[in-house]
Nanobody, 124 residues
Framework: VQLQAFGGGLVQAGDSLRLSCAAS????????WAWFRQALGKERDFVAG???????YYADSVKGRFTISRDNAANTVYLQMSSLNTEDTAVYYC???????????????????WGQGTLVTVSS
């Protein structure tokens, strides 16, 4: 199983950016996907998740600004980010889990597979 996250970069506050996570070796309706982020000196926090391809979850800090989606044909998960601000600056990681229950979607310890991370820097 391999997850490859890409799409990060340097943007200005208020801009939009889309991250992608291409997955290989992992398919099926019992797979849940998520994006986490880790700012410098901080813990890796949950950003958004999609449980078994159906229900979506978001951290309060990104609700209304970020959208997680999945393209089953391309086996790719996306994170569309808009109205970015400097507090969104972080390394963003995609993750996947098999058989995750809904109450564990936000728990990074429950994810089996991780991408390498992609840096998003938002300048003011």
């Amino acid at each position: 199983v391999q997850l490859q996250a890409f799409g990060g970069g340097l943007v200005q506050a208020g801009d939009s950016l889309r991250l992608s996570c291409a997955a290989s070796g992992l398919t099926g309706r019992y797979v849940s996907w998520a994006w986490f982020r880790q700012a410098l000196g901080k813990e890796r926090d949950f950003v958004a998740g999609i449980h078994r391809g159906v229900r979506t979850y978001y951290a309060d800090s990104v609700k209304g600004r970020f959208t997680i989606s999945r393209d089953n044909a391309a086996n790719t998960v996306y994170l569309q980010m808009s109205s970015l601000n400097t507090e969104d600056t972080a390394v963003y990681y995609c993750a996947a889990a098999i058989g995750l229950i809904t109450s564990s979607v936000t728990n990074r310890g429950q994810y089996d597979y991780w991408g390498q991370g992609t840096l998003v820097t938002v300048s003011s």
